[in-house]
């Protein structure tokens, strides 16, 4: 089989799927008392790009913390988990994956990998990619909005579903409970979820994780604006915003966004909008929630998932769980 017999993508975010729901998100959610948008449009091919060097910073932790958990525990998670798929939701690179490939294929368990993700260029990329290298391996691959597409995730075998890089943080708590929820719905006796969240620590090294010297997660973060520029012919000039991160020690999220410098109005043609920002106003584009074992253990119960392993690096900044279904 050649590799690119090995792939198949399906794609259930069209063109103008994806044009259509960004243009309600960015209506609906500029005209929100406290606007907000949904961290999904951060992620276009230049945000994906830009999220890839964000984990390859000093001052990003959990990329790395992630990986060491991984490269230790691969074999006896491929092992309890003895799945034949290993689906991996907001794959971007897959790359802390292949620690679980490697083992898969060593254990002689897996004969499938598919990567859902809602950016298409990236997820081609990784999807080609991983068949080269993994000669025999079924690639297939999904392009999907976990809101709307968990159902499109191919079925039969054991499955093993994996979201890493703290991903799950990017939900408030309510709408976590709600996805975690639809995710367990799709699951079989036996499937098990592989779940990577970062843990609370001391704000000042998150705010660093999140707000870099080298500016590298702020353009990460106005991307989002170049994003509406350019889809729905909005007027945003970057440099009349901040980025912002900030701890919220109540809800135990970082809270990232953007705070208008001035006071302004920003026309977005195609939606016919005028928005106004005063000045030192704030756009959130994202929370990222940091999390404690036992809550999280709880959270977990409480849509039917029992926790088979906790593992966390050797610095106790990042914990990965294997759970199945009760
Ligand atoms: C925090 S990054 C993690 C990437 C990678 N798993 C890692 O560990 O480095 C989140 C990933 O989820 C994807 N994503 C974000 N929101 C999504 C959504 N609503 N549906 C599908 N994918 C989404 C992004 O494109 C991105 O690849």
Do not use: C
């Not at 410098?261 to 106004?276: P, T």
């Amino acid at each position: 089989m050649s590799a690119i017999d090995q792939v198949q993508v399906d794609v259930h975010l069209g063109d103008a799927d994806l044009a259509a729901a960004l243009r309600s998100d960015v209506g609906n959610g500029l005209l929100l008392p406290q606007k907000e948008l949904p961290p999904k449009w951060l992620y276009d091919e230049r945000g994906s790009d830009l999220f890839d060097q964000i984990t390859r910073l000093e001052e990003y932790y959990p990329t790395e913390a992630e990986r060491e958990i991984l490269l230790r525990h691969a074999t006896t998670i491929i092992e309890r988990a003895d799945a034949d798929t290993i689906v991996e939701l907001g794959a971007g690179t897959s790359d802390k994956t292949r620690a679980l490939l490697d083992a898969g294929r060593d254990h002689g368990s897996l004969r499938r990998f598919v990567p859902f993700d809602v950016s298409e260029e990236f997820l081609r990329v990784t999807a080609t990619t991983f068949a080269e290298k993994y000669p025999g391996l079924e690639v297939h691959g999904v392009v999907g909005d976990f809101d709307r597409h968990l159902g499109q995730i191919p079925d039969g075998g054991r499955r093993m579903i994996v979201l890493l890089g703290g991903t799950i943080g990017n939900y408030p708590t309510v709408a976590r409970k709600e996805f975690l929820r639809q995710m367990v719905a799709g699951m079989i006796p036996g499937d098990r979820l592989l779940l990577g969240t970062d843990l609370v620590k001391d704000p000042a090294r998150l705010v660093l994780a999140y707000d870099d010297p080298q500016g590298v997660t702020a353009a990460f973060n106005k991307n989002v604006l170049q994003v509406i520029n350019r889809e729905l012919g909005g007027h945003f000039d970057l440099d009349q915003f901040d980025h912002v991160a900030t701890w919220d020690p109540i809800e135990e999220w970082m809270d990232l966004g953007l705070r208008s410098r001035i006071d302004q109005q920003v026309s977005v043609d195609d939606l016919d909008l005028m928005v106004d920002f005063e000045r030192g106003e704030y756009l959130r584009t994202e929370v990222s929630a940091k999390f404690r074992l036992a809550s999280l253990a709880d959270e977990l119960a409480s849509v039917g998932l029992h926790v088979e392993q906790w593992m966390t690096d050797s610095a106790g900044d990042y914990a990965v769980s294997l759970s199945v279904g009760r």
